[in-house]
């Protein structure tokens, strides 16, 4: 299916550092290996996701205190791993997330130790490991106003001072009713006004309530096994099903206006069954946020999605 229905594949978790730089002498390549192998097989773009992340860090990186010592991990971790798939990745999430909500640096090992310089450092470093690979800024939320703004201004801070930055990747963990679309389509104009390229990188439609979406409610309910907080559990409501298809009608209409100025999207999982949205934020339920569902067959979604494409053409 994957073969038949994408022309670009993302690691979800393979690449991250806990999995491809366990030790610090050590590093493991043979899933990451399998996985270029199998976009190079299929001819399919390859995008290689994330090289400086505060979480899903190998425990050791964690315990780095002291700047020297981040310098010597940064170069290291980057320099190897951008370099042994060189020529062969077609993009690279440098830094994930290292915006607060508010736009605002987050508080990281890596702030920490190097301050916001650790931020020009990774792109210089990936750069450097590989001068014709794109690389991006990958963040969630960032097309809400505080954080964009936030992230704009990192973006033209670390171009200023000498890092390559080819694009931004707005991950689209998004719900029915939010973002608005005209939120998400000032994005595209003012990222893409940057000179820099636009992604959607990790979109998903999430169709469950969530805890901060209950006003007043009680802190101190329990979320999970809270039948509120699973509507769904055998099958998803066709009037539901058609909002979540009119949703993704509306997302792509406004992709295809912009085309131009969009480099790819991606959706974080390939069908329900195996969506990270069905334990996160709360354990065990049943969501049903992509095209595909988990008998991997195509939905509404899927068909509203490929009409317009038609209606393009």
């Known amino acids: 299916m994957i073969k038949k229905e994408f022309n670009a594949i993302t690691a979800e978790n393979i690449m991250k550092s806990m999995f491809v730089h366990p030790q610090k002498d050590k590093y493991?390549?043979?899933?990451?290996?399998?996985?270029?192998?199998?976009?190079?097989?299929?001819?399919?773009?390859?995008?290689?996701?994330?090289?400086?992340?505060?979480?899903?860090?190998?425990?050791?990186?964690?315990?780095?205190?002291?700047?020297?010592?981040m310098k010597a991990f940064?170069?290291?971790?980057?320099?190897?791993?951008?370099?042994?798939?060189?020529?062969?990745?077609?993009?690279?999430?440098?830094?994930?997330?290292?915006?607060?909500?508010?736009?605002?640096?987050?508080?990281?090992?890596?702030?920490?130790?190097?301050?916001?310089?650790?931020?020009?450092?990774?792109?210089?470093?990936?750069?450097?490991?590989?001068?014709?690979?794109?690389?991006?800024?990958?963040?969630?939320?960032?097309?809400e106003p505080a954080k964009r703004a936030g992230a704009i201004a990192l973006i033209k801070k670390i171009k200023a001072t000498g890092g390559k930055v080819d694009g931004v990747g707005i991950q689209g963990h998004w719900r029915l009713n939010s973002p608005s679309i005209e939120e998400i389509e000032k994005s595209i104009l003012e990222y893409s006004a940057l000179g820099i390229k636009v992604a959607f990188?990790?979109?998903?439609?999430?169709?469950?309530?969530?805890?901060?979406?209950?006003?007043?409610?009680?802190?101190?309910?329990?979320?999970?096994?809270?039948?509120?907080?699973?509507?769904?559990?055998?099958?998803?409501?066709?009037?539901?099903?058609?909002?979540?298809?009119?949703?993704?009608k509306s997302i792509f209409k406004l992709f295809l206006k912009h085309k131009d100025k969009i480099s790819r999207v991606t959706f974080w999982g390939v069908h329900d069954g195996q969506s990270w949205l069905n334990d996160w934020p709360i354990k065990g339920r049943t969501n049903y946020p992509l095209p595909f569902d988990a008998d991997l067959k195509h939905k509404k979604a899927y068909d509203n999605i490929l009409r317009l494409k038609a209606k393009k053409e």
């Open 28 to 69: 493991d390549f043979t899933l990451a290996d399998k996985f270029v192998a199998y976009g190079e097989k299929n001819k399919m773009f390859i995008h290689g996701h994330t090289l400086i992340w505060h979480s899903q860090l190998a425990p050791w990186m964690e315990k780095i205190k002291d700047s020297t010592e």
């Open 74 to 143: 940064m170069k290291d971790h980057i320099t190897t791993i951008v370099s042994k798939y060189k020529g062969r990745i077609g993009s690279w999430d440098v830094v994930n997330e290292a915006l607060n909500e508010d736009g605002t640096l987050r508080k990281s090992v890596f702030l920490n130790t190097l301050g916001e310089q650790y931020l020009v450092d990774a792109f210089k470093l990936a750069a450097k490991a590989d001068p014709k690979v794109d690389l991006y800024y990958n963040d969630y939320n960032i097309e």
């Open 201 to 248: 990188t990790e979109l998903d439609i999430t169709v469950l309530p969530n805890p901060w979406d209950l006003k007043g409610a009680d802190v101190n309910q329990k979320f999970e096994g809270n039948p509120k907080m699973n509507p769904y559990p055998e099958k998803l409501p066709d009037s539901v099903q058609t909002q979540l298809a009119e949703r993704y």
